[in-house]
């Protein structure tokens, strides 16, 4: 069964009220989920116990790592779920898990508490790709990039102001009232959601007189098609970028400030403006992507990203990573609605959720690793090591990129996703 022409018609034209109430929810919940990555490893040292700083930093790795983790296990649950019941339940399901959890935060007294509350928060959450889901199968193919553009303008958007206000917040305040704002800021999106989002969601149910592929073929089907591999490696590896300096940013700002005061402010300062950036590119690079063809701001913001975090290995004051995170950040605007765009293409309506349950899987992959890996070398050798194998890290996406896509400027609108319910062959068109 699937969609009739009147309902689908009904969809594609109340598209932009989803995309943009959507955007406000969106921006709302990654400030939510943000706010307190500036000063994580603080809170542990100055009000659970931890006493020396390199282990906060590994604590803090591990929190990060754990919750990603998780998410990387049931993201492609979710995201069958989504396929199956809706994905606007699925944006709601994220929205809720981290209202409740990080409220919780704010009454925690131990660090394994805070860890075990980290974990559950990365089994329950998840609102990017559920969002992203949604808005890729109710948008036109020809602004996919526009709308996809939009989601990742207001996750940056948040990202960038979510440790700049936790930051300011909990130096103003204190760490646990923090939480609770966070907290709030979830609940907040999650009314949006309910209230202006509104899906005329129908499944697309497989032919009942089709054979039903076994687990090989299911796997086969997923990651036999070179393109959707390298989107899930590129993704996963541009999330390692993104996280690999949070748990020991705010320690390296510190050490470059060279005091704690106000070390959590401008910790969150560094993450934001990389954010902010980001944000500001998104939606600009994803309409030039839907003019100039997806791949060909892949490549370019992939090596810009690279070239940008070289240079951070060797700052002396927090002003010289602030415009080099800054500059970063107009690359990394453009790589996530490009490579989405070009996954939206190649995935059938009824398979999006999980399709994108398996990315996101993929980039938990990356952002478990990052934090983890970042905190280690910080703590085996220095901080600036960090950004070192970052940059090395990459430039070997954007190799990747090039080897796997190309630099034509052809989008991939001329290849047609397989009408069954199954994901990522690609067929040409006649």
């Not at 399901?93 to 007294?109: D, K, S, Y």
């Not at 149910?205 to 086969?220: F, M, V």
């Not at 990389?274 to 309409?287: C, D, E, K, P, V």
């Not at 950040?329 to 609605?337: K, W």
Request: contains cysteine; glycine residues 10%; aromatic residues 10%.
């Amino acid at each position: 069964m699937t969609q009739s022409a009147s309902e689908t018609t009904a969809v594609r034209e109340d598209w932009q009220v989803i995309l943009w109430a959507s955007f406000i929810a969106q921006t709302f919940s990654i400030i939510g989920f943000s706010a307190s990555l500036p000063f994580i490893p603080l809170y542990l040292v100055k009000d659970l116990g931890i006493t020396n700083v390199s282990e906060a930093g590994l604590w803090a790795g591990a929190m990060a790592a754990g919750s990603a983790l998780v998410m990387a296990g049931v993201a492609p649950i979710w995201g069958v779920l989504g396929d199956r019941y809706g994905r606007k339940s699925m944006v709601l399901r994220a929205m809720i898990g981290g209202f409740i959890t990080i409220g919780l935060m704010a009454i925690c007294n131990n660090v394994w508490l805070l860890l075990l509350l980290r974990i559950i928060q990365g089994a329950l959450t998840g609102t990017v790709p559920a969002n992203i889901a949604l808005i890729a199968s109710v948008t036109p193919k020809r602004r996919l990039g526009f709308a996809l553009g939009v989601i990742q303008t207001a996750v940056f958007a948040g990202a960038s102001l979510g440790p700049l206000v936790g930051g300011t917040l909990a130096d103003l305040t204190d760490y646990r009232f923090t939480f609770v704002v966070t907290s709030v800021a979830l609940g907040l999106a999650a009314l949006v959601v309910t209230f202006f989002v509104h899906e005329n969601f129908v499944p697309v149910l497989p032919d009942p007189q089709a054979r039903k592929p076994g687990w090989s073929e299911r796997l086969h089907l997923a990651f036999g098609e070179k393109i959707f591999v390298a989107m899930l490696l590129i993704l996963s590896l541009i999330q390692f970028a993104n996280s690999v300096i949070q748990p020991v940013l705010a320690l390296f700002v510190k050490e470059l400030n060279g005091t704690v005061e106000g070390a959590a402010t401008l910790a969150g300062l560094e993450l934001g403006i990389t954010g902010f950036t980001s944000a500001i590119s998104a939606a600009l690079l994803g309409q030039i992507s839907d003019r100039l063809g997806h791949r060909r701001i892949l490549v370019i913001c992939a090596l810009g990203a690279a070239l940008l975090y070289f240079p951070q290995t060797f700052v002396t004051n927090i002003w010289q990573l602030l415009i080099l995170r800054g500059l970063m950040g107009l690359f990394f605007g453009g790589v996530i609605p490009a490579s989405n765009a070009i996954i939206a293409q190649l995935i059938p309506d009824g398979r999006k959720g999980a399709a994108y349950g398996l990315v996101s899987s993929f980039g938990s992959l990356g952002f478990a690793i990052g934090p983890i890996t970042g905190a280690t070398l910080a703590a085996l050798i220095n901080t600036r090591a960090v950004f070192l194998l970052t940059g090395v890290i990459l430039l070997i996406t954007a190799w990747w990129v090039y080897r796997v896509l190309g630099f034509s400027s052809r989008s991939l609108s001329d290849l047609e996703p397989v009408k069954s319910s199954e994901p990522v062959e690609m067929q040409p068109k006649p």
